[in-house]
T-cell receptor, first 115, second 113 residues
Framework: DAMVIQNPRYQVTQFGKPVTLSCSQTLNHNVMYWYQQKSSQAPKLLFHYYDKDFNNEADTPDNFQSRRPNTSFCFLDIRSPGLGDAAMYLC??????????????FGPGTRLTVT | GDSVTQMEGPVTLSEEAFLTINCTYTATGYPSLFWYVQYPGEGLQLLLKATKADDKGSNKGFEATYRKETTSFHLEKGSVQVSDSAVYFCALRGPGGYNKLIFGAGTRLAVHP
C-alpha cells in the first residue's frame, strides 16, 4: 500500500543535542509538509516543500531545518533541541492538483522527548 | 489571521448515541473545510471535506455541512460505534502555500459499549 512512513516512532534526545527525524513516502507526491503537534494542541505547520522549493512558515524557529534530497524522502533537523521542542512531529504529503487537491496524507508521527 | 475553534473534549458517549462536534472558523473568503480523524497510534486521516458554501461532506456515516452564515462546519453522526473512538480535527485551507491547513485543537471522542 502506498503510504507515508516516519522513523523512528519514538525519539529521545538530550537538551542541545542535534536530532534528525525522517519521513518517506511511496505516493510520489510533489508536496511534503512537517507539522509540530504539542500535547492536546492543534498540529502547527513548520514548513513545506513543493518538489525542491522550500517554504518556511514565518514563525518557525531557526532551530528547525529541513532537507529533501529526493521526491521520496524529507528530513526534519532540530539543531539544538530545547525542552519546549518536545512534541509529536507529523509528516504529510499532497498533490498540487487533481481531484484530491486538498487532501493531505499523514504519517503516524514521531514523538520526540527531550531530556 | 485564519483560525478554527472546535468544542473541547473529551466527548463520552454510549454506543448508538448521536454525535455532534462543533466547529466554527474565522477566515477571509470561503476556504475549503475538512474533518480529519486520528485513531490511537496512527496519523491523521481525511474523514470528509466541503469546498464551497452549502456543500455537505459525508463518509462512514459522518456528515458535515458548510454553513457560511454561521461560519460553521459541525460534525454529526447518527449512531456512533466503539470503533469511532478517536480524536477529531476540524481544519480549513489557509491562505498562501500549497494546501496549507489550519487545524482546530481536536476533540477526543470516547464511545463505550
Amino acid at each position: 500500500d502506498a503510504m507515508v512512513i516516519q522513523n523512528p516512532r519514538y525519539q529521545v534526545t538530550q537538551f542541545g543535542k542535534p536530532v534528525t527525524l525522517s519521513c518517506s513516502q511511496t505516493l510520489n507526491h510533489n508536496v511534503m509538509y512537517w507539522y509540530q503537534q504539542k500535547s492536546s494542541q492543534a498540529p502547527k505547520l513548520l514548513f513545506h516543500y513543493y518538489d525542491k522549493d522550500f517554504n518556511n512558515e514565518a514563525d518557525t524557529p531557526d532551530n528547525f531545518q529541513s532537507r529533501r534530497p529526493n521526491t521520496s524522502f524529507c528530513f526534519l533537523d532540530i539543531r539544538s533541541p530545547g525542552l519546549g521542542d518536545a512534541a509529536m512531529y507529523l509528516c504529510a504529503t499532497s498533490l498540487p492538483g487533481g481531484p484530491n487537491l486538498y487532501e493531505q496524507y499523514f504519517g503516524p508521527g514521531t514523538r520526540l522527548t527531550v531530556t | 489571521g485564519d483560525s478554527v475553534t472546535q468544542m473541547e473534549g473529551p466527548v463520552t458517549l454510549s454506543e448508538e448515541a448521536f454525535l455532534t462536534i462543533n466547529c466554527t472558523y474565522t477566515a477571509t473568503g470561503y476556504p475549503s473545510l475538512f474533518w480529519y480523524v486520528q485513531y490511537p497510534g496512527e496519523g491523521l486521516q481525511l474523514l470528509l471535506k466541503a469546498t464551497k458554501a452549502d456543500d455537505k461532506g459525508s463518509n462512514k456515516g459522518f456528515e458535515a455541512t458548510y454553513r457560511k452564515e454561521t461560519t460553521s462546519f459541525h460534525l454529526e453522526k447518527g449512531s456512533v460505534q466503539v470503533s469511532d473512538s478517536a480524536v477529531y480535527f476540524c481544519a480549513l485551507r489557509g491562505p498562501g502555500g500549497y494546501n496549507k491547513l489550519i487545524f482546530g485543537a481536536g476533540t477526543r471522542l470516547a464511545v463505550h459499549p
